[in-house]
């Protein structure tokens, strides 16, 4: 497997076999491979004590109930990053709230799972949401407290957080 995360094997650079997992040093061009935590971004969008969840309609975890957002691009900074998965994702603009977080999880993406940096946000949406069909199938409100289990730990995490922080 010539991966580039966790299991990688080879060298990125030169393709020589690596001596070990990452973090490692290739014996052949001296190419320093880590395994980075890769930035995302979540929105909480609330209307009193409940929040927007959209049931993604792509893997991993299709069918599971998420808080909109994605990953950050190249130079994206996550505020920005957090706009645009807003437009993108809801189909609407969103204004940015208050950081509610960040949390180390993680992301099977090609055969690896994948360290994450996961910053959320508080957001409002600015207009009515159009859901991006190859996003999500469908969105609900749930409340802070009784919600069903979210696609990812540090979703369930961040909204038990908020929730504590707002007395709910």
């Given amino acids: 497997m010539r991966a580039y995360g966790p299991s990688a094997s080879f060298c990125p650079r ?21 395994v980075n935590a890769r930035p995302t971004v979540n929105l909480v969008v609330l209307d009193g004590s409940r929040f927007l969840a959209l049931k993604r309609a792509a893997q ?5 109930w ?6 950050c691009d ?5 505020t920005e ?9 809801l189909g609407t603009e969103i204004i940015l709230g208050d950081l509610i977080g960040t949390y180390v999880g993680s992301y099977e993406f ?16 600015a207009g009515q949401v159009r859901l991006n069909p190859a996003e999500s199938s469908e969105l609900a409100w749930f409340d802070l407290r ?18 504590e922080s707002l007395g709910n």
């Fill in 14 to 34: 030169c393709a020589e076999p690596l001596p070990g997992a990452p973090p490692t040093v290739c014996a052949g061009c001296g190419y320093q491979l880590f």
């Fill in 146 to 163: 009784k919600h069903p289990p979210l696609a990812f730990g540090t979703m369930d995490r961040a909204i038990r957080d908020l929730a």
């Fill in 81 to 89: 990053a957090a706009v645009r998965e807003g437009r993108e994702e």
């Fill in 110 to 125: 090609q055969g690896e799972t994948l360290p994450v940096l996961e910053f959320f946000f508080l957001a409002t949406l």
């Fill in 60 to 64: 991993p975890r299709a069918g599971r």
């Fill in 74 to 78: 190249g130079w994206e900074h996550p």
């Fill in 66 to 71: 998420e808080t909109p957002g994605g990953f």
